[in-house]
Structures are given as structure tokens and as C-alpha cells.
């Protein structure tokens, strides 16, 4: 009857051990596994709370923590992403990181020796790369011309991406950042071809075909 528990001497003999006692049911694997990964990220999610470098990570990105930027970025390659995931948080090879772990001399900006090397000098202000950064502007427009669309929006970061190749400045970290032919393709609007895999937060390597290269390389 349902509803209605077994006593011991109504049970199967399969489910006794040999001295009548119940015998313990073997755990799902499967059940273990996602429980895990909920108590994991349920600890990430805590720690990145009380982390110093979420707010800085929420002016470029207010629904931080979430799956968000790993959907828009799960058809790159693994350089590409991880190069906006580290410009995201700032740990990447600029003057103002390489000082404070004391990998630099200097935490000013190596090229124009005038300001501290940041995310923002490097994208939006170093006169080095004025020549780069024109071709940036008129791209993207006044409007749209800050950090939170080049980090945070599909076609800013399709388009800063096509800057920082031009600029060739993290090339011996990442090699030729240029966005390939598939990527630029997903962001032009084809979301719709891809299903991104929004169980994780970081990003993952995705093999890409050899492509041809279609921007320019500017001298700096």
C-alpha cells in the first residue's frame, strides 16, 4: 500500500544481510557529484562577495558573479578569453600588476612613462597608441567609447580585441589576439547557432580551425 513502510520480515531477502539487518543502499554517484558542485559554488560565491576586486568588477560587469560573460565568450578561443577575463580583473601583464607582485620596477606605463599603467591608461588613454585607439573610436563611437562596453558587450569586445591585436602589446603572453572569422561571426548577432554552456564561470579552451587573418597589423 502506498504510503505504508515494510516492516523488516516483509523486506526482500536481496535488500538483508545474511543476519536480517537492512543493508545500506549504495549512494548515486551522479547525486553526490551535483551536490558537490552546488557546495562549490555556493563557497565561490561567498568568497567572491567579500573579494576587494568585486567592486571593481561590477563597474564593468553589475551582474557579477554570474554565468553571464562565460555565455558571451564560450565561442572564443581559450587566449582570447581568458586575455578579457584577466583585463576584467586587472591581473594581466600591465605596469600597475606586474608592481604589485613585484614583477615590475615601475608600475608606470612602459611606453609613455607618464601614468600608471592600468587596464583603462592602456585601453583608452596611452598616446602610443593613438593611431590604434582612432580606429577604436570611430568603431565603437563617443558613446559606447569606455571600459564597460569593450569588456562587458559582444560587439566591444569584438571590437577591443581587434585594438589590442593592432597594438600587439600582450602578444608575447597570448600570441596573435586577433578575433577569428567563427568568433566574429557569434557576435555579430548568430547567438541563436550556439548553445553556451552557462554551468560554468570560467572560461574553457574551445579547438578553432586555422583561419586567415583579416585585420591589419598597425605598427605602434
Known amino acids: 500500500m ?5 516492516g523488516r520480515h516483509e523486506l526482500p531477502k536481496s535488500l538483508l544481510t545474511k543476519h536480517g539487518e537492512i543493508k545500506e543502499l549504495p549512494h548515486s554517484k551522479s547525486a553526490i557529484k551535483q551536490t558537490c558542485y552546488c557546495r562549490i559554488k555556493d563557497e565561490a560565491m561567498e568568497i567572491d562577495k567579500i573579494s576587494p576586486r568585486l567592486t571593481t568588477l561590477r563597474t564593468i560587469d553589475q551582474s557579477a558573479p554570474s554565468n553571464k560573460f562565460a555565455a558571451k565568450i564560450t565561442s572564443l578561443p581559450r587566449k582570447h578569453s581568458s586575455l578579457l577575463f584577466q583585463l576584467r580583473m586587472g591581473h594581466i601583464a600591465l605596469n600597475k600588476h606586474l608592481h604589485r607582485i613585484s614583477k615590475s620596477q615601475s608600475a608606470k606605463c612602459k611606453n609613455c612613462n607618464a601614468h600608471i599603467e592600468t587596464v583603462h591608461h592602456f585601453l583608452l588613454v ?11 573610436h ?18 566591444g569586445m569584438r571590437v577591443g580585441l581587434k585594438y589590442i591585436a593592432c597594438t600587439r602589446h600582450f602578444e608575447q603572453t597570448f600570441g596573435d589576439v586577433t578575433s577569428p572569422p567563427k568568433a566574429k561571426e557569434w557576435m555579430r548577432g548568430e547567438q541563436n547557432k550556439i548553445k553556451p554552456n552557462t554551468t560554468t564561470c570560467l572560461p574553457t579552451g574551445i579547438t578553432v580551425p586555422t583561419h586567415t587573418r583579416t585585420i591589419v597589423e598597425m605598427p605602434p
Open 138 to 155: 570611430l568603431e565603437v563611437g563617443p558613446r559606447k567609447y569606455n571600459i564597460k562596453h569593450l569588456l562587458n558587450n559582444i560587439q
Open 126 to 136: 596611452c598616446p602610443t597608441f593613438t593611431r590604434q585607439r582612432d580606429a577604436l
Open 2 to 6: 502506498r504510503g505504508k513502510s515494510l
